[in-house]
């Protein structure tokens, strides 16, 4: 599966899962003459959070009262990364964050303690740390963000509490802890967390118990899974990838797919959803869809469906809709193939979908289009009892079902 640096914004901050977080070897780290121990004008601290680091120390003492370290662009040089200079960082006990790429390639790193009191350690925060050989995550932590130890190469102890119950896609994607555990399991889960699946082939059941597929999580030869009651959420690209995978079955206490979930999954035929769903997202990635899907089934429980999810889909791609639900207005206003299941669970058949007219377009050019012939413009007329060929932008007409 390909890696990827993801940028989320103020909630999904940074998602490195397939475009390649980078090798450290792609950008060249902070040569700084070392200093000792640095001193409390180094630092830039605006509102409790450490912005800058702008000394040149071997050993970098961070002053108390910071709350929160980084928090700055992803990827943006704060001097604690991009660094090999800096050996050991000691963080005091009022930091509560460790924010986004906080001390990205720092190479030369290979001393840190992460305070009781850090909550959240953001993505990306020490990827390429190659010297880090061992990490302990506190008891107070419970969020770990996408690649945050990810290309650690020496990085070989890991110790997580049982309250760190969200893992990011990749989080140790490259480092022999991880290494270790597929070495040892096909299916490598943390906390009830699925964090990795990459040597699974075939058919595969994921365990009851597991509440979340992290982010870029299955292997790409994986044919069919079967998800267990059990699972709440898809995380962000967890199946991208997979381009042999066919059937994927998950069951109804399913909350949340992530964008990208089904990328690129070129095999994919069926896939059953969850009826606790109540949003569906770009879950098959813009101009990366599932060619090979003919028909999903869409919960009456879904409220909300992004208007680019059936874009890249095969043409003749249908959605099973329920009357009258959300999915049967999206079908309609989107111009989506679509079947209406009835109250009786049977699928009635549709006989028209609208469209709504743009600049430049007439009958001819809409029945053109839609029904494949400009002369059958005739029926769109009789089905919409207009008086006569004039129609004007943004009206909405229905088209007959071909």
């Excluded at 292997?219 to 990838?241: D, M, N, Q, R």
């Amino acid at each position: 599966m390909n890696n990827k640096v993801l940028l989320s914004g103020l909630i999904t901050i940074l998602i490195i899962s397939l475009m390649g977080f980078g090798s450290p070897k792609d950008v060249k780290a902070k040569d700084v003459k070392a200093e000792g121990t640095s001193k409390s004008s180094d630092f830039v601290i605006e509102d409790g959070v450490l912005k800058k680091y702008k000394g040149s120390a071997t050993e970098v003492i961070i002053p108390d009262g910071v709350i929160e370290i980084g928090g700055g662009e992803a990827l943006a040089n704060n001097g604690l990364n991009y660094n090999n200079t800096i050996t050991k960082v000691v963080i005091p006990d009022s930091v509560t964050k460790i924010g986004m790429c906080a001390f990205y390639m720092s190479s030369g790193l290979s001393e840190i303690n992460i305070p009781e009191n850090v909550t959240t350690i953001g993505s990306g925060a020490f990827s390429n740390c190659d010297s880090l050989s061992e990490i302990r995550i506190p008891e107070s932590t419970t969020t770990i963000g996408s690649h945050a130890f990810s290309f650690c190469s020496n990085l070989s102890k890991i110790y997580i509490p049982e309250s760190t119950t969200t893992i990011g896609g990749d989080a140790f994607l490259g480092t022999p802890w991880l290494k270790a555990k597929e070495a040892e399991s096909d299916l490598v889960i943390v906390n009830n967390v699925l964090i990795s699946a990459r040597n699974a082939r075939g058919e595969v059941t994921v365990p009851e118990g597991v509440t979340k597929l992290a982010g870029s999580s299955m292997s790409s030869a994986i044919t069919k899974v079967t998800l267990p009651e059990s699972l709440i959420e898809i995380g962000e690209y967890a199946f991208s990838g997979c381009g042999k995978l066919e059937e994927v079955y998950m069951k109804d206490n399913v909350e949340i797919i992530g964008d990208g979930a089904f990328e690129r999954c070129k095999s994919l035929e069926v896939l059953r959803l969850s009826n606790k769903l109540t949003e569906i997202g770009d879950i098959f990635s813009y101009a990366n869809g599932c060619k090979n899907l003919k028909e999903l089934e869409i919960p009456a429980s879904v409220k909300k469906i992004h208007e680019n999810t059936f874009i890249s889909c095969a043409k003749s791609f249908t959605i099973l809709v329920h009357e009258n639900s959300a999915a049967h207005k999206y079908a309609k206003e989107n111009n989506v193939r679509y079947k209406v299941i009835g109250a009786d669970g049977k699928i009635q058949t549709p006989t028209y979908t609208l469209v709504t007219v743009k600049k430049g377009d007439s009958l001819w050019k809409i029945s053109n289009k839609y029904l494949g012939e400009g002369n059958r413009f005739k029926e769109i007329i009789k089905l919409n009892n207009l008086k006569n060929t004039t129609i004007h932008v943004g009206q909405k007409l229905k088209i007959p079902v071909k």
